[in-house]
Structure formats: structure tokens, C-alpha cells
């Protein structure tokens, strides 16, 4: 591999579209990302495909949650001038790219993938797995190498699709020759992941236990009053324990002030401070953060064009890139180049008078 110029590195990261953003995503994932928008070349692919490997009699889940990811994202502070969004269904290349590494797996290893094994126990998948689920890690390989993303920001659940990744980048080199750009997880701090409100491990749409990055104020009162604490605890008198308390854990992620946060453990711990005075200031504390937050959303929902294009131009910027990756691959493996054509053949054949037929025609233009 020759030497980069530019110093700044390549990154992708993604979410698979399937509800609203919540607290855990921040803590776990966008926070991350917000910090290094301005430091490296930044690609967010909304992984739509991806989620409707779970989700294909439902596909208005998904269709319906991608304006909402890419709200999420922009109302923490994500800037569009400098980070590409890009649509995943929008990249049909990424889907020549997966079938191209679908060869160089094997149906033994994605069934060892611990975080497939995990996801499919989760869904409760058993050998009625979507073969598309299954082959998820090789879908996300493709997305990884085609932006030739030298740093993918992930959860702690996802380290081994990365490490997949390199395991197929690897492959691919060795047959092909030196063409795929190996990737590195950067996976956040332990004690990124954020408990849920009822005190599970992990906070998540389908536990129901989650604060919204657009809950209104009301509602995020209500979690919060409402929020597991101590279950030994009966009296604000009791000594309370701050451990596996997720209340603490909500303070430790979002309360800057530090030493405010200690005396409030001492004191929760010497039983001199009760549950309510602690989620109260635990509300005050969210409410500083969300208020910006819901006023960035607002202020991109009341210009939906801005959005649309936000991910519009993103998403054929990035295929670009993709493209020139695909072509890289095809290349290495000895494939004959495809015949060019329009990309957008029916509506500019439309606009030069043919009729329906022979746009449909016109569609099959390829030399064999
Ligand atoms: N699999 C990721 C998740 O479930 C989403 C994702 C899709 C992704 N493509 C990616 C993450 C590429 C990083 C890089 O959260």
C-alpha cells in the first residue's frame, strides 16, 4: 500500500434504521462520533438493508425509521458540511461487493460470529435464520472496504464483524492481490454502555426501556421518576447502593460536574439523600442536555427539502466512492469491465420523447 498524503483517515460508521435514537446510542456511538467529525473524513451509512434482515414483513419500520436516524444524528450535532450520510439501499454497489465476498466465508464461520450468534438467540432466529441475517457481517464488510474506511467506530458487540471484515480484507489481498484497505474497530471506553431504565444491562427499543434523543420534556420526567434504583433500599435513610444502580450510571455519563456527582454517591450510600431528590437532579441534568438537542431537531424538521438533500447528495457522493472500490475489486479478480451507462437512464430517455417500451429497452443496453 503506497503512503497517504493526507494525514486525515477515513471513517464509516452505521446504524441500522429500525426506531428512534436513544441515550444508549449516544453514549455508545454518537458522542464518538460528534468528537471526531472534524478530525477525520466521516461516512454514517443509515443501513437500511441491513434492517430489514430482520424486519422484511415490516418493511415500513425501516422505511419509516430512516428520516428519524438521520434526525437523530444531525440534532446531536453531526454538521452535514462535513460528514456524508449515505443510504445503504442507495449503494447498489455494496450489494455487488457483499456477493463478490459471500465466496470467501464460509457458512461455519458466520455461524461461530459471536455477535450473530448473540443477535440470533436474541431474535430467537434458530435454524429459521433470513440467510441475509446470517450474511450480515458480509454486508457490513462490504460497507467497511467500499468507503476503504481505515477506522470504524463500534460498540463492544460489534468488535467481531470488524474483525470478519479484516478476515475477508485479508482473503481478498491474498487471492487477488493487495486491493482492500484494512479496517480497524475503534471501540469507545468500557462503561460506554448505558444501563436502561429499569436497570438492565442494556438500554434498547425492544426492552422498553429507553430515554428518546426526542422524548418531549413530559416524557422524560416520567422515565425518569419511574427509573430502577436500589431494590434493598426502602427508606431514603437506608444506606443505598450505587452499583448497578443505573440512576448513578445516567449521572456519571451526562453530569459534567464531577465532584457533585461523588458527594451525591457518599451521601446516597451514608443514606442521607433519598431516591427522589437524586432522579430530580438526574431530570435537571438530561434536561440541559436534550433541550439543545430537541431544538437542532426542530429547527432541521422545519426545513425537510435541507434533509431530503442532506442525504440525497451524501448518498450519491458515497456511491462514488463505493463504485471506484467495486471497480478496484473487479479489476483484481480479472472480471471484464462492465459497459458504462446512464445511471439514471429512464428518466433522461423520459425527458428525450421514448415511450415507455423503449425506455424499458433502452435499460438493456449492455455488450457481452
Ligand atoms: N451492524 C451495525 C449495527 O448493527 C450497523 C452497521 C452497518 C455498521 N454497516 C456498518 C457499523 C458499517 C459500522 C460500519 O449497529
Not at 455494496?94 to 431474535?123: F, G, H, S, W
Not at 435464520?129 to 477506522?151: E, H, K, M, N, W
Not at 456511491?319 to 469491465?337: D, K
Request: proline share 7%; net charge neutral; with cysteine.
Amino acid at each position: 500500500m503506497t503512503m497517504k498524503m493526507d494525514e486525515r483517515k477515513t471513517i464509516l460508521t452505521g446504524d441500522r434504521p429500525t426506531g428512534p435514537l436513544h441515550l444508549g446510542h449516544y453514549t455508545g456511538a454518537l458522542a464518538n462520533r460528534v468528537r471526531l467529525q472534524r478530525e477525520h473524513r466521516t461516512y454514517i451509512l443509515l443501513a437500511d438493508l441491513q434492517a430489514l434482515t430482520d424486519n422484511a414483513e415490516r418493511p415500513e419500520v425501516v422505511t419509516r425509521a430512516i428520516d428519524d436516524v438521520l434526525l437523530g444524528n444531525l440534532s446531536v450535532g453531526l454538521d452535514p458540511e462535513v460528514v456524508t450520510f449515505v443510504l445503504q439501499s442507495g449503494v447498489p454497489e455494496l450489494a455487488e461487493l457483499m456477493q463478490i465476498y459471500l465466496n470467501l466465508v464460509t457458512l461455519a464461520r458466520l455461524q461461530r460470529n459471536p455477535t450473530v450468534k448473540d443477535e440470533m438467540q436474541e431474535k430467537g432466529f434458530g435454524a429459521d435464520v433470513p440467510a441475509r441475517f446470517l450474511a450480515y457481517p458480509v454486508s457490513q464488510a462490504a460497507d467497511i472496504t467500499g468507503f476503504r474506511a481505515d477506522l470504524v467506530p463500534v460498540g463492544q458487540d460489534q468488535a467481531p464483524v470488524i474483525e470478519q471484515t479484516r478476515e475477508i480484507v485479508r482473503r481478498f489481498n491474498h487471492l487477488y492481490g493487495p486491493t482492500l484497505a484494512m479496517p480497524e474497530a475503534l471501540v469507545p471506553a468500557v462503561g460506554a454502555r448505558l444501563p436502561g431504565t429499569d436497570g438492565q444491562a442494556k438500554m434498547s427499543a425492544s426492552l422498553g426501556n429507553t430515554i428518546n434523543l426526542n422524548d418531549p420534556p413530559e416524557m422524560v420526567r416520567e422515565k425518569v421518576m419511574g427509573m430502577y434504583t436500589d431494590p434493598t433500599r426502602a427508606r431514603a435513610t437506608d444506606p443505598g447502593h450505587v452499583e448497578g444502580n443505573p440512576v448513578f450510571a445516567y449521572l456519571d455519563a451526562f453530569d459534567a460536574n464531577e465532584a457533585r456527582v461523588r458527594d451525591l454517591k457518599d451521601r446516597y450510600q451514608e443514606g442521607r439523600v433519598g431516591d427522589v431528590a437524586v432522579k430530580r437532579h438526574l431530570l435537571d441534568v438530561l434536561e440541559q442536555f436534550l433541550a439543545p438537542i430537541r431544538r437542532r431537531r426542530a429547527d432541521y424538521e422545519r426545513r425537510p427539502d435541507d434533509v431530503r438533500e442532506i442525504l440525497a447528495s451524501g448518498t450519491e457522493r458515497g456511491r462514488a466512492v463505493v463504485a471506484e472500490t467495486l471497480g478496484r475489486a473487479r479489476e483484481a479478480i480479472g472480471l471484464p469491465r462492465p459497459a458504462r451507462r446512464d445511471s439514471h437512464p429512464r428518466r433522461v430517455n423520459l425527458a428525450a420523447g421514448m415511450t415507455k417500451e423503449e425506455v424499458c429497452n433502452a435499460g438493456d443496453d449492455r455488450q457481452l
